[in-house]
Every structure is written in C-alpha cells, then in structure tokens.
T-cell receptor, first 108, second 113 residues
C-alpha cells in the first residue's frame, strides 16, 4: 500500500534559522512527488513537483529534493510569513496519497 | 479568476440528514476530486472524476455519492450524515486527466451532531 510519512509533525524556528522537512514514501511506480503549502483555514497551494531521484526545484527560500525513498523541503533563512503547514503527496496511479503534514512556525 | 469554488463554507447537520457540498471550477479542468482532511491524518481521497460522465471511488468513499454531468461541477452528496463524517472537505481540480498539480478550493467545514 502506498504510504507517505512526514516528519517532524511540528517545527518551530527562529527567523533566519534554516532547516529541513522530511517526506518518506513507499509507492509502486512513482509518477510524481508534490509539495503543497497550507495556511490555516485555506486550501493547500501547490509548490513543487519532482519526478525522479536527484531532481531539485527551488522557489524563493524553499528548495525541494528527491531521492528514491524520501524528499526534503529545505527552508533557508525563513521568515515569519513562511509559517504554514507543508504537505507532501505522491502519485502512483490516478489518485494522490498525502502525508499528514509538518506545521512550521517561524518566530521573529 | 474564481478558480475552484466550494459552497457552503460551514454546515452543521444532525445525524441522518442528507446534504450536498457544491464544487465548481472555471478553468476547464478535466480532473476533479474530493478530499476530507482530519487532524493528524492528512488529506484522504473520497471520489474523483477524470471527465464529465466519469467518476470513481477513492480511499474513503463509503457514505458519499458524486456525479459529473458537466466539466465545471462536481457535487458531493452525503446520503445519511454520521458524526464520523465531521471533517473539512476540499474539492480540487487538475488540468490533465490525472491529479498532477492540484488546485484546491477553500474548503467546507462540516459538523455532524
């Protein structure tokens, strides 16, 4: 069965303190790994798609990387506005399987 | 650009009542889906559709019905509400016939008493 596990569940950082979020997955025939950002009371917002091991994508202070078993979302010098829940999802067939998310809080 | 629109945003039901959550998108997307989000469990797929007239079950379909008569609309029906269906429901769409990059609505918070 396809599974996605995100760690840690919650992460508190000081502004400027870089860190990484982890997404471990088991899936047969990965067609894509996706990162989303979700603000409280809102729907998830698409960030990145990664298709193959070794691939990297960047957007502002965020960089997503992919290996055969996990993906990392690196946050460099975060700002308070980066506070949100970050969701990881994998697509193997016609459906997507989501992790429970990492709730990130960045203190000024 | 409205994107994906869900109504209502909030709803309280009594056990056994039925209701329909509405979802409409104006992006001409082929793929549409419904998820529920519960604390600590992540988003779980209820039903999805790869085009008008085509629907299929996701991970947690029991107690829910869907139909797709047009490209734009994908309503979710709760047949006989149960407290276990208390959740936040999200509709999402994608331009292709498979999930890919999903565009989500703002969510509908449902409480079943």
């Amino acid at each position: 069965e396809d599974q996605v596990t995100q760690s840690p569940e919650a992460l508190r950082l000081q502004e400027g303190e870089s860190s990484s979020l982890n997404c471990s997955y088991t899936v047969s025939g990965l067609r894509g790994l996706f990162w989303y950002r979700q603000d409280p009371g809102k729907g998830p917002e698409f960030l990145f798609t990664l298709y193959s091991a070794g691939e990297e994508k960047e957007k502002e202070r965020l960089k997503a990387t992919l290996t055969k078993k996990e993906s990392f979302l690196h946050i460099t010098a975060p700002k308070p506005e980066d506070s949100a829940t970050y969701l990881c999802a994998v697509q193997a067939r016609v459906d997507m399987r989501f992790g429970a998310g990492t709730r990130l809080t960045v203190k000024p | 650009n409205a994107g994906v629109t869900q109504t209502p945003k909030f709803q309280v039901l009594k056990t056994g009542q039925s209701m329909t959550l509405q979802c409409a998108q104006d992006m001409n997307h082929e793929y549409m889906s419904w998820y529920r989000q519960d604390p600590g469990m992540g988003l779980r797929l209820i039903h999805y559709s790869v085009g008008a007239g085509i629907t299929d079950q996701g991970e947690v379909p029991n107690g829910y019905n869907v139909s797709r008569s047009t490209t734009e609309d994908f309503p979710l029906r709760l047949l006989s509400a149960a407290p276990s269906q208390t959740s936040v429901y999200f509709c999402a769409s994608s331009i292709t016939g498979i999930p890919g990059e999903l565009f989500f609505g703002e969510g509908s918070r449902l409480t079943v008493l």
